[in-house]
């Protein structure tokens, strides 16, 4: 191999990240500190929000499950969520203890259907979490209203919706809580990282709380140089809090979210002219009013259409050097979740379907003109046998 791998979802990381790092490591505070708070209050403002309504977590995924416990969902009631999603968004409601009941997505938008969500409706139903896949919005409009309609509360994973609108407003903003990722294949990216963003600030408050293992003062206000401050354990909480390393790459990263999200466009317009003449599906257009993250460009193989299987496909783009993603298995073909709750694919079969034939590309501002080349390049001869 020639060139060197092309790393799929790659991190940018400039010198303002290094440098901000290096500050934080010479500051001797690496924990829950200033950084944070910065981090936070930059986050709100993006979004359009008070700094009060949002909290730094470790994950997205313990933003859904914090999300949950501030709810005070009933124990045992059931969550409505996409089978075409990452394992977290099932694990949290579980951990909630709570059940995770899945409605079918659409097969062009490969976001939860609405029709399906008002389907899946029990009288043991209390929320709806719909997931914006690979950045594009779900249909907010008539999600919010099954809500409101039924009186379920709504949590948006927000995972791949960082930039991710939908009729002018941001997502996270629609529901009761938006969860938002900063793992490292994010469009803002911190290695591990979370935000959780409510409506209601007295409950993003509780989940600060929950988040440091329940106490009522987070560690920047005990051991700061205003003094030690004595603190009181009022709910046994979690270890979901951010550290102060991980805001300072954060910080930059958010600072540039939108250059960043210029480059996604660009390289997303290069593979679709690049790949609109071979034979798999590209992702359907953005929706009008609605502006997608770009966050994932996944093609769909059909073996009889293209002559080779989705996985022979990602063993071959491997085999030129170029790392490609699966986004993702539908949940039910998982083990864990057919033997807890019997779930079969066949119950979802566009989840089943688009999760057997998905194969996500490279898509990363660091990518130069010479990488994305050499993925349409690889795309094609994988594909045409050339």
Same mark, same amino acid.
């Given at each position: 191999?020639?060139?060197?791998?092309?790393?799929?979802?790659?991190?940018?990381?400039?010198?303002?990240?290094?440098?901000?790092?290096?500050?934080?490591?010479?500051?001797?505070?690496?924990?829950?500190?200033?950084?944070?708070?910065?981090?936070?209050?930059?986050?709100?403002?993006?979004?359009?929000?008070?700094?009060?309504?949002?909290?730094?977590?470790?994950?997205?995924?313990?933003?859904?499950?914090?999300?949950?416990?501030?709810?005070?969902?009933?124990?045992?009631?059931?969550?409505?969520?996409?089978?075409?999603?990452?394992?977290?968004?099932?694990?949290?409601?579980?951990?909630?203890?709570?059940?995770?009941?899945?409605?079918?997505?659409?097969?062009?938008?490969?976001? $939860?259907?609405?029709? =399906?969500?008002?389907? /899946?409706?029990?009288? *043991?139903?209390? !929320? #709806?979490?719909? %997931?914006?896949?690979?950045?594009?919005?779900?249909?907010?409009?008539?999600?919010?209203?099954?809500?409101?309609?039924?009186?379920?509360?709504?949590?948006?994973?927000?995972?791949?919706?960082?930039?991710?609108?939908?009729?002018?407003?941001?997502?996270?903003?629609?529901?009761?809580?938006?969860?938002?990722?900063?793992?490292?294949?994010?469009?803002?990216?911190?290695?591990?990282?979370?935000?959780?963003?409510?409506?209601?600030?007295?409950?993003?408050?509780?989940?600060?709380?929950?988040?440091?293992?329940?106490?009522?003062?987070?560690?920047?206000?005990?051991?700061?140089?205003?003094?030690?401050?004595?603190?009181?354990?009022?709910?046994?909480?979690?270890?979901?809090?951010?550290?102060?390393?991980?805001?300072?790459?954060? $910080?930059?990263?958010? =600072?540039?979210?939108? /250059?960043?999200?210029? *480059?996604?466009? !660009? #390289?997303?317009? %290069?593979?679709?002219?690049?790949?609109?003449?071979?034979?798999?599906?590209?992702?359907?257009?953005?929706?009008?009013?609605?502006?997608?993250?770009?966050?994932?460009?996944?093609?769909?193989?059909?073996?009889?259409?293209?002559?080779?299987?989705?996985?022979?496909?990602?063993?071959?783009?491997?085999?030129?050097?170029?790392?490609?993603?699966?986004?993702?298995?539908?949940?039910?073909?998982?083990?864990?979740?057919?033997?807890?709750?019997?779930?079969?694919?066949?119950?979802?079969?566009?989840?089943?379907?688009?999760?057997?034939?998905?194969?996500?590309?490279?898509?990363?501002?660091?990518?130069?003109?010479?990488?994305?080349?050499?993925?349409?390049?690889?795309?094609?001869?994988?594909?045409?046998?050339?």
């Amino acid at each position: 191999m020639n060139s060197p791998y092309i790393v799929f979802a790659a991190p940018d990381i400039h010198d303002e990240e290094i440098n901000e790092v290096s500050a934080c490591l010479r500051s001797g505070w690496l924990g829950t500190g200033p950084r944070v708070a910065r981090f936070e209050a930059a986050f709100a403002g993006y979004k359009g929000v008070d700094a009060s309504q949002v909290a730094g977590l470790n994950s997205c995924t313990a933003a859904l499950h914090i999300a949950m416990l501030a709810l005070e969902l009933e124990p045992g009631s059931e969550v409505i969520t996409t089978p075409l999603t990452f394992c977290a968004t099932a694990n949290a409601i579980i951990h909630a203890g709570l059940v995770p009941v899945l409605a079918d997505v659409d097969p062009v938008t490969q976001n $939860i259907d609405p029709a =399906a969500i008002e389907a /899946a409706i029990t009288p *043991r139903t209390s !929320a #709806i979490l719909p %997931v914006h896949f690979a950045g594009r919005p779900c249909e907010m409009d008539r999600i919010t209203a099954i809500a409101e309609r039924h009186g379920l509360a709504l949590i948006e994973d927000c995972a791949h919706a960082i930039e991710t609108e939908y009729k002018g407003r941001k997502a996270g903003t629609f529901g009761d809580f938006g969860c938002f990722s900063f793992y490292v294949t994010k469009n803002v990216a911190t290695g591990e990282g979370g935000m959780v963003l409510g409506r209601d600030a007295s409950r993003i408050a509780r989940a600060k709380v929950l988040s440091l293992h329940g106490m009522s003062k987070d560690a920047w206000h005990r051991f700061s140089d205003s003094g030690y401050k004595h603190y009181q354990v009022v709910e046994s909480g979690f270890k979901y809090n951010m550290m102060d390393l991980q805001a300072a790459i954060g $910080i930059h990263q958010l =600072a540039r979210v939108e /250059a960043s999200w210029q *480059r996604r466009q !660009a #390289i997303w317009s %290069v593979y679709e002219t690049a790949l609109a003449h071979l034979p798999v599906t590209l992702p359907a257009p953005a929706a009008p009013e609605t502006k997608h993250a770009r966050h994932l460009f996944n093609l769909l193989i059909d073996p009889e259409a293209s002559g080779i299987t989705r996985d022979r496909f990602l063993e071959a783009m491997h085999e030129a050097g170029i790392g490609t993603g699966v986004h993702y298995l539908s949940l039910a073909e998982h083990p864990v979740y057919q033997e807890r709750f019997g779930w079969r694919p066949e119950q979802w079969p566009h989840a089943m379907r688009l999760g057997r034939t998905t194969a996500s590309l490279p898509l990363s501002p660091k990518l130069t003109e010479h990488d994305i080349a050499r993925v349409c390049r690889a795309t094609e001869n994988c594909l045409t046998g050339g």
